[in-house]
């Protein structure tokens, strides 16, 4: 049982753009909103530099990035009617243009002041051209005609191929890179390993480690409740609970003092609220809603075969010194893909990470889960640690209460976020 509290690029990166600005409708920007700081080491996020606490991570809120199986909702506004001076990342959602933000920032380890004056103080140029800004710009250009010329189109060459978490590509090899032993250098897209398990005795294993199929169909909803903690916000905490029905309703919801963070899935359509979204509600599109989807199903695992198509068993791995299975599911230029890490011992989910595609290169969020507890016959974890390309989470559960009747109103449209 995954009880996903989603978490992406988007909710990050818009609470980046616009804490200076408060709940109001957003100053109109510029496409090049990188999302981290002043060069950092690889692997954090500076708060004080980026801004303040919203900065620093926004637990729990929707899920992918870019264009997916899902397509994008009719009447969802698109990046340059919500922003001003966007030039070639123009026409694609606000979800996917705020995503693709997250992968600018992934890529170069640059934070919105790299290249917009004053981002993070309440004096932020988001419209203006600076320098950084204009390179991004026929970088992104440079990709794209890289890949038609001699991939197809394909997404091949992407902003991490050459930068890999820095401003300036290395050009030159290392004596450690020669030397050293090398990396496994697992890609996002996995290819069946000849000779490995098939991937439905992975998945059978799983279910039965949670309880077994027959149980796990008497669990239809749950409400849990606990507290999150952001990368950078040292002890505070915030509350947050998760709302889930099945199949695929999920509605994840995060209280702080300058409003609510919610992520609501109906089994179709999916929205965004935060204190700092471009808009008062966000409707999740492509890739966005592609994560909303996988983290509604993933929340009652018994249909986890369904969740995935074009199952495929990789390479085993390890996780904290424990042997994993990997298993990856999803197919590669279209809908969600994801693999995921079974411990070989116990069958438990170790790991999830969702690939989802941008302009610029797919975007990943990863789940880490631990501390199975049972209840109503099912084995639940916990706490989780969720990271993606802008920030990470810790969530700690301290109660769940399964087979509740749960609202209908809490999987429809929400309301814009208030103090």
Same mark, same amino acid.
């Given at each position: 049982?995954?009880?996903? +509290?989603?978490?992406?690029?988007?909710?990050?990166?818009?609470?980046?753009?616009?804490?200076?600005?408060?709940?109001?409708?957003? /100053?109109?920007?510029?496409?090049?909103?990188?999302?981290?700081? #002043?060069?950092?080491?690889?692997? @954090?996020?500076?708060?004080?530099?980026?801004?303040?606490?919203?900065?620093?991570?926004?637990?729990?809120?929707?899920? @992918?990035?870019?264009?997916?199986?899902?397509?994008? +909702?009719? @009447?969802?506004?698109?990046?340059?009617?919500?922003?001003?001076?966007?030039?070639?990342?123009?026409?694609?959602?606000?979800?996917?243009?705020? @995503?693709?933000?997250?992968?600018? !920032?992934?890529?170069?380890?640059?934070?919105? !002041?790299?290249?917009?004056?004053?981002?993070?103080?309440?004096?932020?140029?988001?419209?203006?051209?600076?320098?950084?800004?204009?390179?991004?710009?026929?970088?992104?250009?440079?990709?794209? +005609?890289? #890949?038609?010329? #001699?991939?197809?189109?394909?997404?091949?060459?992407?902003?991490?191929?050459?930068?890999?978490?820095?401003?300036?590509?290395?050009?030159?090899?290392? =004596?450690?890179?020669?030397?050293?032993?090398?990396?496994?250098?697992?890609?996002?897209? $996995? *290819?069946?390993?000849?000779?490995? /398990?098939?991937?439905?005795?992975?998945?059978?294993?799983?279910?039965?480690? $949670?309880?077994?199929?027959?149980?796990?169909?008497?669990?239809?909803?749950?409400?849990?409740?606990?507290? !999150?903690?952001?990368?950078? &916000?040292?002890?505070?905490?915030?509350?947050?609970?998760?709302?889930?029905?099945?199949?695929?309703?999920?509605?994840?919801?995060?209280?702080?003092?300058?409003?609510?963070?919610?992520?609501?899935?109906?089994?179709?359509?999916?929205?965004?609220?935060? /204190?700092?979204?471009?808009? /008062?509600?966000?409707? $999740?599109?492509?890739?966005?809603?592609?994560?909303?989807? *996988?983290?509604?199903? =993933?929340?009652?695992?018994?249909?986890?075969?369904?969740?995935?198509?074009?199952?495929?068993?990789?390479?085993?791995?390890?996780?904290?010194?424990?042997?994993?299975?990997?298993?990856?599911?999803?197919?590669?230029?279209?809908?969600? $893909?994801?693999?995921?890490?079974?411990?070989?011992?116990?069958?438990?989910?170790?790991?999830?990470?969702?690939?989802?595609?941008?302009?610029?290169?797919?975007?990943?969020?990863?789940?880490?889960? &631990?501390?199975?507890?049972? *209840?109503?016959? *099912? =084995?639940?974890?916990?706490?989780?640690?969720? !990271?993606?390309?802008?920030?990470?989470?810790?969530?700690?559960?301290?109660?769940?209460?399964?087979?509740?009747?749960?609202?209908?109103?809490?999987?429809?449209?929400?309301?814009?976020?208030?103090?």
């Amino acid at each position: 049982m995954i009880l996903v +509290a989603a978490g992406t690029t988007v909710v990050w990166l818009i609470g980046a753009a616009w804490a200076t600005s408060g709940p109001q409708r957003a /100053p109109r920007s510029s496409i090049d909103d990188f999302s981290r700081s #002043n060069a950092q080491p690889w692997g @954090g996020v500076d708060s004080s530099v980026c801004g303040n606490e919203a900065f620093a991570g926004a637990a729990g809120q929707a899920a @992918g990035q870019a264009a997916g199986q899902a397509g994008q +909702a009719q @009447g969802a506004p698109l990046s340059d009617d919500v922003f001003e001076n966007v030039t070639v990342l123009a026409g694609i959602p606000v979800d996917e243009f705020m @995503g693709t933000m997250g992968a600018f !920032s992934a890529a170069l380890n640059l934070c919105c !002041s790299a290249c917009h004056p004053g981002a993070g103080t309440g004096d932020a140029d988001w419209v203006v051209d600076t320098p950084r800004k204009q390179t991004a710009r026929r970088m992104v250009l440079m990709m794209s +005609a890289i #890949n038609r010329a #001699n991939f197809g189109g394909r997404q091949v060459v992407t902003c991490w191929t050459c930068h890999r978490g820095g401003e300036l590509p290395a050009t030159t090899a290392t =004596m450690a890179d020669i030397y050293s032993e090398p990396g496994l250098g697992v890609g996002d897209v $996995l *290819v069946q390993v000849p000779g490995a /398990p098939p991937a439905d005795e992975i998945l059978d294993k799983y279910i039965e480690a $949670l309880g077994g199929a027959a149980q796990l169909a008497t669990l239809t909803s749950f409400i849990a409740r606990g507290t !999150s903690v952001a990368f950078g &916000a040292g002890d505070e905490s915030r509350e947050i609970e998760v709302f889930a029905q099945a199949p695929g309703q999920r509605t994840t919801i995060m209280r702080s003092v300058e409003g609510d963070y919610a992520t609501t899935y109906d089994g179709r359509a999916g929205w965004l609220v935060t /204190p700092y979204t471009p808009l /008062p509600v966000m409707t $999740l599109t492509g890739g966005e809603l592609d994560g909303a989807r *996988v983290d509604a199903e =993933m929340a009652f695992p018994g249909q986890v075969k369904e969740v995935f198509s074009d199952w495929r068993v990789s390479f085993p791995d390890f996780i904290d010194n424990r042997l994993v299975r990997v298993v990856q599911g999803g197919a590669a230029d279209e809908g969600a $893909l994801a693999t995921l890490y079974f411990d070989d011992e116990t069958g438990l989910l170790t790991r999830m990470v969702r690939y989802a595609p941008s302009p610029v290169g797919r975007v990943p969020t990863q789940y880490d889960y &631990a501390d199975y507890r049972e *209840v109503a016959g *099912v =084995m639940m974890p916990f706490s989780w640690t969720m !990271s993606w390309v802008s920030g990470q989470d810790v969530v700690e559960l301290s109660e769940v209460q399964p087979n509740v009747p749960i609202d209908a109103a809490r999987f429809a449209r929400p309301a814009p976020s208030a103090p």
